[in-house]
């Protein structure tokens, strides 16, 4: 027994080996978070970390969260990525073997992106900038990674390769293709050579092999472009051969134009055959003018790209559809041809006259002589059973006969109609302006709309022209093929739909779960602030503004600040859920220190989710000119650096009112302190000249004028000091608060 208790020892130690042979110490690592000093300190006690550990960062970031994990875990991987492809390119370099490095590089970030096991973290917390996060990953780990991914890569392939032989030998081969080419997509997706690539390749060329096409008819003559196809065709899948072939039910297909066009998605339709291995194509309308059109078929691989367990690389997805393109574009085809005319069936049982006996030979005559001299109408002497013409002659009305014809595929489906008045003595030429007439029909349709709007329009554009709605109801008439709708909302599209019309439609039918009339709706807006990466401090304004006459005022005004302890915004949140999609709104952006950001954005009523681009302000710069200015200036600093605060901005402005009117108050003290003073002298100089004068009166007189005038000269200098005063003192505080502001803001 004790025998035993050892082996499962050694077993449970070699199991375990990567972690007993591992340089790397993990009890290094703190659980709770640290400061910049002390991971400084952290780093320098563990300096063999960086021969351990590959490292990977990001941050600083105010939020410690999910996106700032991301970033971490995207930089490991790129660091782990380039030493792999390093050592494997030294290691084949050895070995004398090739190398494609884009490849290699796509497969190596595939199995990355999700082997980021036992990593190691590191919260590190800055009081100013945020969070940093770092992650570690032992470096012998991730070779023992390597080791083990490669070894289970093995077992999921050959697993994948059993299940398909298995598939194979119950003759599931419908169900044998999915296991086949999931073992191809992930050797292939393996950064180290694997022997089971070559033989997953070999398997799957015998697979592809194997697989017989066959189309019924094989070809369809006669079509015309902007008309649906004349015959719905069937193809038949099976495995083997000719003489030893199993149908392959349930198996999913793509058919695809390799040549010419149709109104198919992409060029491309998905089939599903039945349990006898066959399937319709319906070929809708041939869009394409080339005269010879082909149309091959390959299997689908929707699903098989993705493995819970194992990445799936792009170069690996690329290979197999290469793949697939490569065998199946050789296999048979579906070839369809066009032809320059309708190739009709008629007969006498086409017709359907309701005319006296006597007319009817010259309908008869008439509908010969027009159909072989018609440009458009090519009448086969044998059955074709591709299109059916049909004329019906009613009663006659005055001197004419009311006259129809009708254009449609052998399966019933009408293709054209068209109706004329001909008069008996003009069959000949009546009835040739009708069959013109049935196949401009074949190519227009009519859309009929009713609308419950005045205020809203429909735009219709096919290949020819534009046509727009002017009544609450009415009809266009539009070329078949691609017809785009817009539906507008004073003026503004709201709803814009590119449909493929062959017939007529109604339009609240065609648009039934889509309202053709406008309804105002609530509109998403996202938005990003990645430029303070601070973002304490910053206020967002959102504002909705009023149609109409007085459409330059705002309302509906929101304004919120910025806040670490709620997370940012609390009703401001990205996405900003507006009230209504057809008003304009301004978005605009604050911090102090910082120059405003805003946004005007009209409304798009076509979008329910509209995104801002990312909000990158601009920090205020404090060059010699601008701080001059902040200085010279008094209120302009307030206003340009305190952008959040009201009072601020207030301030600034009673800034610029207090200097101007210091100012202008000193310069009118001093011009009259000016005026005075030279009156003063003036007097002063007459008084002075009348000293040995005899008339003591006028003496006086100017005496006392001098001495009004120094009163003045007295009284207007020392206004002017008060107030000049006054202009220094606010300089004052300005500069101190400038200074203040700009220690605050740029320290």
Not at 467 to 488: A, E, M
Not at 636 to 660: A, M, P
Request: proline share 3%; charged share 30%; aromatic share 12%.
């Amino acid at each position: 027994m004790s025998r035993f208790k050892w082996l499962l020892v050694v077993v449970v130690l070699a199991a375990n080996s990567h972690i007993l042979l591992s340089q790397c110490d993990d009890s290094i690592f703190p659980l709770d978070k640290m400061t910049t000093h002390d991971f400084k300190i952290w780093k320098m006690e563990n300096t063999s970390i960086k021969d351990d550990y590959y490292h990977g960062q990001a941050g600083p970031k105010e939020v410690e969260d999910n996106r700032l994990q991301t970033d971490a875990e995207g930089y490991l991987a790129r660091t782990i990525s380039v030493n792999i492809v390093g050592e494997l390119e030294a290691r084949f370099r050895e070995e004398n073997l090739e190398i494609k490095e884009n490849t290699l590089i796509d497969n190596i970030n595939s199995y990355i992106s999700t082997s980021l096991r036992n990593t190691r973290k590191l919260v590190v917390e800055d009081e100013n900038k945020g969070y940093t996060i770092h992650l570690f990953k032992c470096k012998d780990e991730v070779d023992s990674d390597k080791i083990e991914y490669k070894k289970e890569l093995n077992k999921r392939v050959n697993k994948y390769l059993d299940d398909y032989e298995s598939e194979i030998r119950k003759k599931n081969f419908s169900y044998a293709f999915s296991p086949l080419c999931k073992a191809y997509l992930l050797a292939k997706s393996a950064f180290v050579p694997m022997d089971e690539e070559s033989k997953a390749q070999q398997k799957l060329d015998e697979y592809l092999g194997n697989i017989l096409i066959e189309f019924e008819p094989e070809k369809i003559p006669d079509c015309r472009p902007g008309i649906r196809a004349p015959v719905v065709p069937a193809v038949s899948v099976s495995y083997g051969d000719l003489q030893n072939k199993t149908p392959m039910k349930s198996f999913k297909l793509i058919a695809k134009f390799s040549k010419g066009g149709n109104d198919w998605l992409d060029q491309k339709e998905s089939l599903t055959l039945d349990r006898n291995g066959k399937s319709q194509i319906d070929l809708g309308i041939i869009e394409s003018a080339t005269q010879n059109q082909k149309v091959f078929i390959y299997p689908d691989t929707t699903g098989f790209f993705k493995d819970k367990d194992f990445p799936i690389s792009n170069v690996a997805k690329r290979a197999l559809v290469k793949e697939l393109d490569g065998v199946f574009k050789k296999r048979k085809t579906l070839e369809v041809s066009l032809s320059d005319k309708f190739k009709i069936s008629f007969n006498y049982d086409s017709y359907y006259l309701k005319c006296p006996e006597w007319l009817k030979p010259d309908v008869y005559k008439a509908i010969d002589e027009s159909l072989s001299s018609s440009e458009d109408f090519e009448l086969l002497s044998e059955e074709n059973d591709i299109y059916e013409l049909h004329v019906i002659v009613e009663d006659k009305k005055r001197d004419s006969y009311q006259v129809s014809a009708e254009l449609s595929l052998s399966n019933g489906e009408d293709i054209g109609k068209a109706s004329l008045d001909i008069s008996p003595d003009d069959m000949r030429k009546g009835l040739s302006e009708l069959l013109k007439k049935l196949n401009d029909s074949a190519y227009t349709s009519k859309v009929i709309y009713t609308l419950a709007r005045k205020d809203v329009t429909i735009e219709i554009t096919d290949d020819i022209r534009v046509q727009k709605s002017k009544d609450l109801s009415g009809d266009f008439i539009v070329n078949n093929g691609q017809v785009r709708f817009k539906f507008l909302y004073k003026g503004e599209v709201f709803k814009s739909e590119a449909e493929y019309i062959f017939g007529d439609i109604e339009l609240n039918d065609w648009f039934q779960n889509e309202p053709i009339d406008f309804h105002p709706g609530k509109t998403k807006y996202y938005y990003e602030i990645t430029k303070p990466e601070i973002k304490q401090g910053i206020v967002l304004s959102w504002k909705r503004k009023k149609p109409g006459l007085w459409s330059f005022l705002w309302q509906h005004r929101k304004s919120e600040k910025w806040s670490l302890l709620s997370g940012g915004f609390t009703t401001l949140r990205s996405p900003i859920e507006a009230e209504n999609n057809i008003f304009e709104y301004k978005l605009t952006v604050k911090k102090d220190g910082w120059k405003n950001e805003s946004w005007r954005i009209k409304p798009d009523l076509m979008k329910k989710e509209h995104p801002i681009k990312s909000i990158m302000m601009e920090k205020v710069k404090l060059k010699a000119i601008k701080i001059m200015e902040l200085a010279l200036v008094p209120g302009v600093g307030q206003r340009e650096l305190y952008r959040t605060k009201s009072w601020r901005q207030i301030e600034s402005y009673f800034y610029h009112v207090l200097t101007l009117y210091f100012a202008y108050s000193a310069y009118s003290s001093y011009q009259d302190y000016e005026v005075a003073k030279g009156e003063y002298f003036e007097y002063k100089n007459i008084y002075e000249s009348l000293y040995d004068s005899d008339d003591p009166e006028l003496f006086d007189y100017y005496h006392e004028k001098a001495e009004n005038y120094n009163n003045k000269m007295t009284n207007s200098f020392d206004r002017f000091r008060i107030h000049a005063m006054g202009v220094g003192v606010v300089y004052v505080i300005n500069l101190a608060e400038v200074f203040y502001s700009v220690t605050k803001f740029y320290d």
